[in-house]
């Protein structure tokens, strides 16, 4: 917004405020622009200050984050000639990137206060002006000092820096941010759409079809998840899943092939839990579904499946599905891309599945 698009009145009450004694009604004038420009928190701000007027470095501050707002870089910069993080951003704004170098270096040595809104500004205003490696001099020092003081770290704040880290290429540094947003924010998409490229890059294609189902669980209409799932299931050479995407039939199976060998009735007894490792095809289930139907306890405990690590996993997921519904007791059922002792601490049997013959065993993950 310029200045040209605010009203006469409104214009007079931010000269006025900048007066040794601003009447009230100025800052009643601001309240209900800022509440109308959806910004709650600084109109009841600026509502408070009508009652109980600011003080004078407090208020300078404030207006010139206004008139900066506003596209008056002037008018901010001749209330805040002290060095600052306001003087910081107004140099930013009018293109003075190397007096703002200089200035950063400064205030990164003396620290004065700084709140979140505004770093993340800061960065911002950095990457408008293509300088992303001041932007990361910037907000690596103050997450150090953050977290060294035990001051928590936002899942902004984890995306600003993963982002910046990825725009530079260090990839590796970037993904433990994407992470910890993600712990922050779990039902963002964008640091697991992140994640799941990173996954392609390590070569780990398995981990990054799970992380474009689990943005496709949040967001079905998410535009760029299903590339990525693709891609990965390309890279896994995974035929049936790839012929599920495309609503076509399956290549080269299109029913349940059965086992030449299957595990004797005495491995499933008392199994309620059950984890496959690497299989791309649920024959092996039809021994365990049977031994379920069987057990009169089923109903007091309920039974849960873990398909983890299938080279195949939508087809594998799909067939799981099918034959879980005839069951009739629900049963759980997850995918999961690689074996996680804490996640997967539960399974009473852990099968996998082998190259030799009779191609699975018995594995001791079990609990």
């Not at 997921?317 to 759980?332: E, R, V, Y």
Request: proline share 8%; hydrophobic share 45%; aromatic share 6%.
């Amino acid at each position: 917004m310029s200045s040209t698009e605010i009203s006469t009145d409104l214009r007079e009450a931010l000269e006025q405020l900048s007066s040794a004694d601003p009447a009230p009604e100025c800052f009643e004038l601001v309240a209900r622009w800022r509440r109308a420009c959806g910004d709650a928190e600084a109109a009841a701000t600026w509502q408070t200050w009508s009652l109980l007027p600011p003080e004078a470095e407090e208020l300078r501050q404030a207006l010139a984050q206004l008139w900066r707002g506003l596209g008056d870089t002037e008018r901010a910069a001749a209330l805040v000639p002290e060095p600052g993080w306001q003087q910081l951003a107004v140099m930013l704004q009018q293109g003075e990137l190397e007096q703002a170098t200089n200035l950063q270096r400064q205030l990164l040595q003396e620290r004065p206060p700084l709140e979140v809104a505004a770093l993340l500004e800061l960065v911002n205003l950095w990457q408008e002006a293509e300088q992303h490696q001041q932007a990361l001099e910037l907000l690596e020092p103050l997450l150090g000092w953050m977290e060294s003081r035990g001051e928590p770290v936002s899942g902004q704040l984890c995306n600003a820096m993963a982002d910046l880290l990825e725009k530079q290429e260090r990839f590796n540094e970037a993904e433990p941010w994407w992470q910890r947003s993600h712990a922050l924010q779990p039902h963002q998409a964008w640091p697991l759409m992140r994640l799941g490229h990173q996954a392609m890059r390590r070569q780990q294609p398995l981990v990054a079809v799970h992380y474009a189902n689990q943005v496709l669980q949040r967001d079905p209409g998410h535009s760029i998840a299903p590339r990525l799932q693709r891609r990965a299931l390309q890279a896994l050479r995974a035929e049936r899943s790839l012929a599920l995407l495309d609503g076509r039939t399956p290549p080269a199976t299109q029913a349940i092939t059965p086992l030449e060998e299957a595990p004797a009735a005495e491995i499933w007894q008392g199994c309620r839990r059950l984890a496959l490792v690497g299989f791309r095809d649920a024959a092996i289930l039809e021994g365990w579904l049977e031994s379920l139907k069987q057990d009169p306890g089923v109903a007091a405990s309920p039974a849960q499946l873990w398909l983890i690590a299938s080279p195949d996993p939508l087809w594998l997921h799909q067939q799981a599905h099918t034959m879980l519904a005839t069951q009739a007791q629900p049963i759980a059922l997850e995918s999961w891309p690689v074996w996680d002792p804490q996640r997967h601490s539960a399974a009473e049997r852990v099968i996998e599945a082998c190259a030799a013959h009779p191609f699975w065993q018995l594995h001791p993950h079990a609990a």
